[in-house]
């Protein structure tokens, strides 16, 4: 009998090791899928404050080629309070993208739930109406210069709607006018890279292409500064198979006259 239980034991104890050892040697097959979780203290964008509140943010990308230069996605994100005004941010976008590592080219459609029922904007996810609908279709682009002067240029214009952000103009009666096509510009650059702490410094403006103010500004020029600031990042290693990318921006806004902090880390 001890003979017996000795060989089952060392038979279960074998089986377990052989187990083991394809599974460390077994690598995860990699897929087109994906997905990655953000956390922040608040939600800036171009200048914007979003939200003051604590932002919990996801990406679901997936990549139309082997290559991964085509995407298709859906970025959401939701505050974890509410603002002083009552009002809860949500946003949910979807997009289309190309990049090759030193070009990229967008197109996001964004819907954002603030500001829907002061600004006589449709509440309807599903609504496009030209006068009303809440959606911005976004186009944006990014290019970075060689290794030799890695500066980054962005450009991205709103093409179509966001009644709520005040970017369709109505006529006295109410009915649909004209777009504003605000426009934003940014140039970034790598002040620090390849450190332990890496620091890169931007500047951005805004202006429109169709009106006389913009999106990003405080409504009294066609054209200013509005995004000034320095962002630094790092990775934390927590244990041997998990590291914490950080981040911590300053952002001034010289048009708006306000700067905010922002902290922020990559989950997963």
């Known amino acids: 009998m001890k003979i017996l239980?000795?060989?089952?034991?060392?038979?279960?104890?074998?089986?377990?090791?052989?187990?083991?050892?394809?599974?460390?040697?077994k690598e995860t097959k990699e897929n087109r899928l994906d997905f990655t979780?953000?956390?922040q203290n608040n939600h800036l964008w171009r200048g914007?404050?979003?939200?003051?509140?604590?932002v919990v943010m996801g990406n679901l990308s997936y990549a139309l080629d082997a290559e991964k230069k085509w995407k298709v996605g859906i970025w959401g994100a939701?505050?974890?309070?509410?603002?002083?005004?009552?009002?809860?941010?949500?946003?949910?976008?979807y997009y289309v993208q190309y990049s090759n590592g030193r070009f990229y080219i967008g197109l996001w459609d964004l819907y954002n739930s603030r500001?829907?029922?002061t600004a006589n904007?449709?509440?309807?996810?599903?609504?496009?109406?030209q006068r009303r609908t809440a959606h911005i279709i976004d186009l944006r682009t990014n290019y970075t210069f060689g290794p030799s002067f890695p500066i980054n240029i962005e450009a991205?214009?709103?093409?179509?709607?966001?009644?709520?952000?005040?970017?369709v103009i109505l006529e006295p009666d109410g009915s649909y006018k004209k777009n504003r096509y605000s426009t934003y510009v940014q140039a970034s650059y790598p002040v620090i890279s390849g450190q332990k702490v890496n620091l890169d410094a931007f500047v951005g403006a805004g202006f429109s292409l169709n009106g006389n103010t913009f999106l990003y500004g405080n409504g009294k020029n066609n054209f200013d500064i509005v995004n000034v600031g320095v962002k630094a990042g790092k990775v934390l290693k927590i244990t041997e198979h998990y590291s914490l990318p950080v981040s911590m921006m300053a952002m001034w806004n010289p048009s708006n006259k306000y700067a905010r902090i922002q902290l922020a880390a990559t989950v997963f």
């Open 5 to 25: 239980k000795g060989i089952f034991l060392l038979t279960l104890a074998t089986g377990r090791l052989f187990s083991q050892e394809s599974s460390e040697g």
């Open 37 to 39: 979780a953000n956390i």
């Open 48 to 54: 914007l404050i979003i939200t003051d509140k604590p």
């Open 78 to 93: 939701s505050a974890l309070a509410d603002d002083k005004d009552n009002t809860h941010y949500k946003e949910i976008n």
């Open 115 to 117: 500001n829907i029922n």
């Open 121 to 129: 904007a449709a509440d309807d996810i599903f609504s496009y109406s």
């Open 156 to 167: 991205d214009i709103m093409l179509y709607g966001g009644a709520n952000a005040g970017e």
